[in-house]
């Protein structure tokens, strides 16, 4: 058997990754992805995920998504000159919520034709056929004739393309439609795709009359998306035309518009302050920024222009060196659900969006195509198996918005709910899960005329084209829990040709590449195995790959045994919130202390050190009847009554946590006693007034710091104004310490009877005397939702010293709130 060391390969990256920069552009095609479709699953981790992608998450999505479909419907009745007694209120982005859904549903239909789904993807279509007007253009606000507030919808189409969403919108449908008509062969959808792109191709570019007084628009929309969906439509169909406009709207960003302001009209918040070529660093909105780096390469690779190549490596660079969470999340920071300063990365505070993780996981897999680099595949999985996954329940019907790597069960961090949440109003990550997880299956082999890869370790079958034959190709593997991989390969003829097995990052002395998370033990590279025919094989390193030359023979089988070893990592200490933190991973997955598995609390355990080999034990668990894991117990400590003692610290993945109700739940680990006494909690407010308060409540009680069961909740104090029934109250409270504000949060009391949800309400908020309306964040609303916190967020940073809530109730009913939530950013 050979014993390959990766060290040397190990170091070249620790270079590369401090030097932000990768490696020069080398004159080849990119590979081509074996996809999806041409590959089967056979394992036990993926298969059961796409059978619930089937069976529960993407129908669950469609019925989560039928107001979309009204907003069309609305649309499509006006153009056919029906009155519109009570339109739908104006929304700017559900309908590209509808489309992801659709593109996933598509992807479902070309592994497997279902009859049902088939025949609402029709239903649908037809209409959006009916709501796009004569000219092409699609947006249900501006057809019905109600859209929105200016600084929302804009007054006229394409006059707020900023806010707006229209072409954000139209490229999640390019995307659904070539997804449709690759799995059916059915064009309406993609005949309505394209003749809106003719549209948006004439309005931006060239002018029309009925636009913009005739001048093109020439602007880059304030959310990316168009650009890379463009490019699929590009390669779908064959037409230059989506190439050119694709990259068009690339060249123009930061050029012709430069937005000026602060929060969401910074021009970094979609990547405007400067041309994209002369970017070096994510910045702003996270997911609108992997996107945009998406459709970078992806117009790179098809142009054949090294120039896009070598801004993303410097962008790719400094993500992974200054600006990612261990699990592979993205975009740290509330406020701008994106970047901020380096080497800011919280663990409860963090905001890690499920969808700018699966942008990582597109942008990431994308230079792998294109530089044929382990590296970037080495990000995508671990941003896939860790932050993506945990976005979604192991049930399929449950989601994370927001993934901190620390939570005590109880802060509403998840959009108004400290658990996951069944959707959102902004419904951007449910659809996206619906729309990414059946395309895995086509990340896991790719290939030139030369050269098989293999990418990401899942049993699987498939047929790859190779030096002119046909290639069979079969892996079995118990991955991610086992580092034990088996491949069949089955050539029709012999045939000579290279096979590149990937060995991770994390068989180095990091986690993943860059220079942020380093294992702890010294070890610079563990050892993999590789042999053929149960014989020993010569293989080299390249790229990361171990990679092994011969001519291939019908029934030849490869081994490859990469050592998983539970790791224990630390981090750079100017990550101020990992400082004396240690993170514990096996293979390619994070794991974290859950309180389900730790029933007296995880926020009180450390562990000094990490433990000897012999201390750490691996074990099997049934996560809720869903999924099978590994777990890890390691000795630790735990303070009880104010002493540390001796406890067992049990891990899951990180994936699986809070599908057994919501707790505790820590990540980076503590190796000091003193940093697991929590802070003394008080109520954050100096004083608090109401319009009016019953006399067995009490106004302070919003304050109190109690976390409601329920929105019936009577075992904890609340505020009500029974019994002044349909009258407009308001509640004010004074902030104890007055600062930039983050979110505001009431979590409604309802019994069902004289007090209920208010009909409406709003946030005021006061510094230096001065009260005005709060101006939310460009995707929040004002919501009547029972038993979560109602959260919502300022526009822009904004200082405070006092918030005021006003609610307009029911006619026949009072209003009341059990505890309100006021976040202020930190220091």
């Known amino acids: 058997m050979l014993i390959v060391r990766s060290s040397l390969r190990r170091a070249s990256l620790a270079i ?115 709501s796009q007007k004569p000219d092409g253009y699609i947006f249900p606000p501006h057809v019905i004739g109600n859209a929105g507030p200016r600084d929302e919808t804009g007054d006229k189409p394409y006059s707020y393309e900023v806010h707006s969403h229209e072409t954000y919108n139209v490229g999640h449908l390019y995307e659904a439609a070539v997804a449709y008509y690759k799995a059916t062969g059915k064009r309406k959808l993609l005949d309505v795709a394209e003749k809106n792109a003719r549209h948006i191709n004439h309005v931006f570019f060239e002018g029309d009359p009925a636009y913009n007084g005739g001048k093109p628009v020439n602007q880059a929309p304030g959310h990316e998306e168009i650009e890379l969906a463009l490019v699929k439509m590009h390669e779908a169909t064959g037409d230059p035309l989506y190439l050119t406009m694709a990259r068009r709207f690339l060249e123009i960003r930061g050029v012709t518009y430069v937005p000026h302001g602060e929060g969401i009209m910074a021009p970094s918040y979609a990547q405007q302050q400067a041309p994209v070529l002369k970017q070096d660093a994510p910045v702003g909105h996270a997911v609108r920024a992997t996107y945009l780096y998406s459709a970078m390469a992806d117009v790179g690779r098809l142009e054949r222009d090294p120039q896009y190549g070598e801004a993303l490596d410097k962008i790719w660079g400094n993500m992974v060196n200054k600006l990612m969470h261990i699990t592979g999340g993205l975009g740290a920071i509330h406020g701008i659900e994106g970047f901020g300063p380096d080497y800011e990365l919280p663990n409860a505070d963090a905001y890690n969006e499920t969808c700018a993780a699966v942008g990582n996981v597109f942008f990431s897999y994308r230079l792998f195509l294109n530089q044929r680099d382990s590296r970037y595949l080495d990000v995508a999985e671990v941003a896939l198996y860790n932050n993506v996954l945990a976005g979604v ?48 299956a086509g990340m896991i082999y790719s290939a030139d005329e030369k050269d098989l890869y293999v990418g990401l370790y899942a049993g699987s079958e498939t047929q790859v084209d190779l030096a002119g034959t046909k290639v069979k190709v079969a892996q079995k593997t118990g991955y991610p829990f086992s580092g034990k991989v088996e491949l069949s390969l089955d050539p029709e003829t012999p045939a000579e040709f290279a096979l590149r097995l990937r060995v991770p990052t994390w068989t180095g002395d990091r986690f993943v590449p860059g220079n942020l998370y380093r294992f702890l033990d010294g070890a610079t590279s563990s050892p993999i195995a590789v042999t053929v025919n ?15 030359r011969r001519k291939w023979n019908a ?48 926020l009180n355990e450390f562990l000094a050190s990490p433990p000897a080999v012999s201390e750490v034990k691996v074990g099997d668990q049934d996560i809720a009847g869903l999924a099978k894991v590994k777990t890890i117990s390691l000795p630790g400590q735990a303070l009880v009554d104010g002493k540390a003692a001796a406890a067992e610290l049990k891990l899951i993945p990180y994936y699986a946590w809070n599908n057994r109700g919501a707790g505790q739940m820590e990540v980076w680990l503590p190796r000091k006693q003193a940093m697991t006494i929590p802070r003394a909690e008080d ?32 075992g904890i104090p609340r505020w009500t104004s029974w019994p002044e029934k349909g009258k407009a109250q308001w509640v004010e409270v004074d902030l104890k310490k007055p600062g930039k504000l983050r979110s505001v949060a009431p979590y409604w ?24 309306p709060l101006k939310l964040y460009n995707t929040d609303a004002y919501q009547q939702a029972k038993d979560q916190f109602n959260v919502v967020h300022p526009a822009s940073p904004i200082p405070v010293d006092a918030i005021r809530v006003k609610m307009a109730p029911k006619a026949d009913a009072c209003v009341g709130i059990l505890e309100l939530r006021v976040e202020m950013e930190g220091p």
């Not at 992801?100 to 279509?125: F, N, W």
């Not at 709003?762 to 510094?767: A, D, G, K, W």
């Open 393 to 440: 329940n192991l049930e399929g019907n449950r989601f994370f918005y927001v993934n901190p790597l620390e939570s005590d069960g109880h802060r509403p961090f998840n959009q108004g709910t400290a658990g996951r949440a069944e959707w959102f109003h902004t419904a951007c990550c449910p659809t996206n899960l619906a729309r990414l997880l059946p395309q895995v």
């Open 683 to 714: 109520s954050p407010f100096k004083a608090v007034r109401a319009s009016h308060t019953w006399q067995r409540d009490l106004a302070e009680a919003v304050g109190d710091l109690r976390s409601p069961a329920d929105s019936k909740d009577e």
């Open 534 to 548: 149960g014989k020993a094989e010569a293989a080299t390193m390249e790229k990361g790959f171990a990679v092994i």
């Open 16 to 130: 590369i990754a401090s030097s932000g920069c990768i490696v020069s552009h080398a004159e080849e095609a990119s590979l081509q992805e074996i996809a999806f479709d041409q590959v089967k699953l056979t394992d036990e981790f993926w298969s059961p995920r796409l059978e619930r992608q089937r069976t529960v998450l993407v129908p669950f999505a469609f019925s989560k998504t039928e107001e979309a479909v009204a907003h069309l419907q609305a649309a499509a009745d006006v153009l056919a000159g029906k009155p519109q007694a009570n339109p739908p209120k104006p929304q700017r982005y559900i309908t590209s919520d509808l489309y992801k859904v659709m593109e996933g549903a598509a992807y479902l239909l070309k592994s497997h034709r279902d009859p049902e789904i088939e025949a609402r993807m029709d239903r649908i279509t037809d209409v959006i056929a009916a």
């Open 749 to 772: 009391y309802d019994d069902g009877g004289g007090v209920q949800l208010p009909v409406s309400w709003e946030v005021e908020t006061r510094s230096g005397g001065e009260w005005l």
């Open 555 to 602: 029934g030849d089988k490869v081994s490859l045994e990469l050592s998983m070893p539970v790791r224990f990592a630390g981090c750079d200490p100017r990550v101020r919130a990992d400082v004396d933190r240690i993170a514990v991973t096996r293979g390619p997955l994070v794991y974290c202390a859950e309180q389900a598995d730790n029933p007296g609390g995880v």
